[in-house]
DNA sequence: TAATGGCTGTGAAACGTTTTACTATGTTTT
DNA sequence: AAAACATAGTAAAACGTTTCACAGCCATTA
């Protein structure tokens, strides 16, 4: 089967190409007899328009990139997924690619979509590259970042409050009595990770709880390294009597340790985990969590983009902040106080 | 900062427009001045070629399609994120969307990949578009289908041997000394739901295991079906020894029912799932699962796409069918034979 | 009757590239 | 010194659309 093109419609139909393009948009004046002259054309000839060369003349080209750590990551997709919903009724589609948590990859991504000259970004960033957001920002492309922020840059973003939720994870645990707490942190170098564990550090010395070095482990937001973190945790001379985790990922790790090892919690250790709660449907007693709003950040992410799209003025850079709740479930015991 | 092409560039270098575009792609005799000259003035204006431009012109687009259920389905992502790894050296990008199981949505889907003009599509199908991906096939892109095939279509396609699965499932239950088996099916209007439909059937009748009507009962490929099904199951007068569950969604749904109802597993029952075995890493017991093997889904998926795209030459179909295995964990019990 | 105005359709320019055929230089080779 | 060749750069066509200015026509209106 050939190509066909406007010009193949238009002479099959005997008339001009512009008269085509004036039924393929619905603009202008077009008699009816020549209306479904073209019609049959475009059926008979099963012409499809070059989305394209169509973009190309109109210099917008109805997409979006979204950049995330990893297309594989069932919380990072069901934003895209929410974000998908609400803008493929005005004939969006997404551009959806993994960095990995690589910034040279990230780089390579964004020059991509400046490339690519799509519409709009949602990004959830790596640090590191904040001149190419930048870039990407001076070409007005707008840019909504999201889960995360980026230093110097100026543009939406939503994020949770990690240092917020971190503080009152710490804060509830010491409310029931709780003074040797051990704390599963991620790393120090991005921003998620710093504010929780600043938010985790700050709340322990407020409260007064054991400043034992050695139960603030790493687990570098993997399994398997909070796995290894909650072992030693465990096998401490003086083993903590509740251990916050700062995400879910991380929280795999340590139940799997915490099965392992044959600990029962909350009877033997209390156990919070900060992240989405979808995650622990199954798990025995339920985990009591701080949980993070996945929902809400992709409907507000969703509606901010939509709103850049298609809003002819620019608005002020929308920057949400939004505070996680804690959901008190089962897997967190009342302790004697003054032990 | 206003638009900068091709032709601002080359002005600003003081060479045409040839030239530059004989330097963006390396291609053709520049003399090192010269090039250095426009490599100078592209970062100076700060130009990014447009990809719209470049493909119109080249009939190429260096996009894929991906159409799935819901890409905030992991099991799906996984294999899309295996294609990403597998294209993105060769600077190919993914344009992916859900079509929800509604064919009405993945038509229009389909249409816009056919607008898009993608250089191919991995498609996981609902049934009754088969028309319209003959028309993509006709336009001359190249189609891999996953994890379902589609009557009338011959193109690749990559799945798993669902009646294979069920029946071995079944079999497995029976071998332990299982009479009475309950099964939670899917639907049967999919491909894949009738395929393990009938396999479990199949396997019942040969087995000569109770032909009690009520012990097949349909979880609707949900978690809350399934959960209704199997509280079914288990306030039957006489209920199954053990039950094969469908897929790991249902399975979900089946674990509720029993942790709530407080049965046992193995102990008070035998259960037998079959999907991905990543998804239950934390459940105690560890189930026995008939495993589909997503990880080589997604590996060949990429592998036949990567050919289609690069191969001047069109090469047969690609249809695999990869058998499932059995892996024996902890949630099967023996039965005493002959009761 | 002449002027106005609403329809209907057309031709050509423009969007930003790549590519092809061509010209203009040296530099070797005979 | 002429012929041959390698190198360097250019102008223009083409990719498939949309849009804009215009022209033809018919029906009103003055």
Known sequence: MKKVT????????????????????????????????????????NYQVNANARSLKASKTNKVGVIVQDISNPYMMSIAKTIEDKIRPSHYHMLVMSHNEDPHTERELLQLILEQRVDGLVLVPTSGNADMIQKVLDH??????????????TTDYIVDDNYYGSYESIAYLHSLGH???????????????KERYEGAVDALKHFACSNDEALLVSGKFKAEDAYKATIELLFLPDPPTAIYCCNNTMTVGMLKAIQEQAWRFPEDISIISYGDVNQWELI???LTLMTQPL???GVEAAIILKNRLTM??????????IKPELLVRASCARRPEGE
């Open 6 to 45: 406007i010009k193949d419609v238009a002479k099959h139909a005997g008339v001009s190409i512009g008269t085509v393009s004036k039924v393929l948009n619905d603009k202008g004046y077009v008699s009816s007899g020549i209306y479904s002259r073209v019609t049959e054309a475009i059926s008979e000839l």
């Open 140 to 153: 007005k492309i707008p840019v909504i970042l999201v889960d995360r922020k980026v230093e110097g840059i």
């Open 179 to 193: 003074r040797r707490i051990g704390v599963i942190y991620g790393t120090t170098n991005s921003s998620i990770g």
């Open 284 to 286: 025995q007693p339920p």
């Open 295 to 297: 929902k809400r950040i």
């Open 312 to 321: 002819e003025e620019p608005f002020p850079p929308k920057q949400i902040v």
